[in-house]
């Protein structure tokens, strides 16, 4: 639990954040107690709230995140610790891109195995347009412990909406949570079936040409006044309230 009173907007972004550790357990994209989802904290640049090391994605609630600096130093008195990666990549996105409110980092099975294809993500279906040519990659460092690592990362990130960790994983950012997290549903999605297909056909899929995958892109955007996640994510807080509450704590 926190050890201190917070603004409304920091208590909102806990719930958010929380509620994305839970939906992301039920989907089965958690690591036992590894990978990360982290978000800004509200009208306070450089802090953002990361899960407890060594709690599981289904136990993580709004109260027992953890408030720390870019340069991973803890904020608030209570007695968690946060895993070192988690600085590594969270801290160096969100101190790069402050238009970032959410990075969203996972080792998924569907996730490890499109990290080890070299073509990476093709635009074979719908939500792979989503994605078009809005994906980086980043090879495979190790542990991603150092702030070099972290620099690197964030260049290949760029501008971008997020990364294939080659040999390891994926991640998302987003302006909210619920955008980083539809991303990231979008990515694992496309992961799946392009992966299936490429193990019925023997690697041979259809792939429509790159003029329409990038019209399909552009008409999934539109004029970027409706984001991804801001019709689907008041759906899915629903289904999750029915079913476990809890993350509010």
Request: with cysteine; aromatic share 8%.
């Given at each position: 639990?926190?050890?201190?009173?917070?603004?409304?907007?920091?208590?909102?972004?806990?719930?958010?954040?929380a509620a994305a550790y839970r939906l992301s357990a039920q989907r089965g994209w958690d690591d036992i107690i590894f990978t990360h989802i982290s978000v800004?904290?509200?009208?306070?640049?450089?802090?953002?709230?990361?899960?407890?090391?060594?709690?599981?994605?289904?136990?993580?609630?709004?109260?027992?995140?953890?408030?720390?600096?870019?340069?991973?130093?803890?904020?608030?008195?209570?007695?968690?610790?946060?895993?070192?990666?988690?600085?590594?990549?969270?801290?160096?996105?969100?101190?790069?891109?402050?238009?970032?409110?959410?990075?969203?980092?996972?080792?998924?099975?569907?996730?490890?195995?499109?990290?080890?294809?070299?073509?990476?993500?093709?635009?074979?279906?719908?939500?792979?347009?989503?994605?078009?040519?809005r994906l980086g990659r980043h090879a495979y460092e190790g542990l991603a412990l150092g702030e070099a690592e972290g620099a690197r990362l964030v260049n290949?990130?760029?501008?971008?909406?997020?990364?294939?960790?080659?040999?390891?994983?994926?991640?998302?950012?987003?302006?909210?949570?619920?955008?980083?997290?539809?991303?990231?549903?979008?990515?694992?999605?496309?992961?799946?079936?392009?992966?299936?297909?490429?193990?019925?056909?023997?690697?041979?899929?259809?792939?429509?040409?790159?003029?329409?995958?990038?019209?399909?892109?552009?008409?999934?955007?539109?004029?970027?006044?409706?984001?991804?996640?801001?019709?689907?994510?008041?759906?899915?807080?629903?289904?999750?309230?029915?079913?476990?509450?809890?993350?509010?704590?």
């Open positions: 639990m926190t050890f201190r009173r917070v603004s409304d907007a920091e208590w909102n972004a806990r719930l958010d954040l800004s904290v509200p009208d306070e640049p450089g802090a953002y709230l990361i899960n407890p090391y060594g709690y599981l994605f289904e136990e993580v609630c709004a109260s027992n995140l953890v408030k720390v600096n870019t340069r991973g130093e803890k904020l608030d008195d209570v007695p968690f610790s946060v895993n070192p990666t988690g600085f590594a990549i969270h801290g160096a996105v969100h101190a790069a891109r402050p238009d970032v409110g959410c990075v969203l980092h996972l080792h998924t099975e569907w996730g490890m195995a499109l990290s080890m294809v070299p073509a990476g993500l093709l635009p074979a279906t719908q939500p792979a347009m989503r994605l078009f040519e290949h990130l760029g501008q971008l909406d997020g990364l294939i960790l080659q040999n390891h994983g994926t991640l998302t950012v987003g302006r909210s949570v619920a955008e980083a997290w539809m991303l990231m549903y979008h990515l694992e999605r496309a992961a799946r079936a392009q992966l299936q297909a490429m193990a019925a056909t023997g690697g041979h899929v259809i792939v429509p040409p790159a003029e329409i995958a990038a019209r399909t892109y552009r008409q999934w955007v539109g004029d970027g006044s409706e984001r991804d996640g801001d019709a689907e994510w008041p759906a899915l807080l629903r289904r999750l309230d029915k079913q476990d509450g809890s993350y509010k704590n």
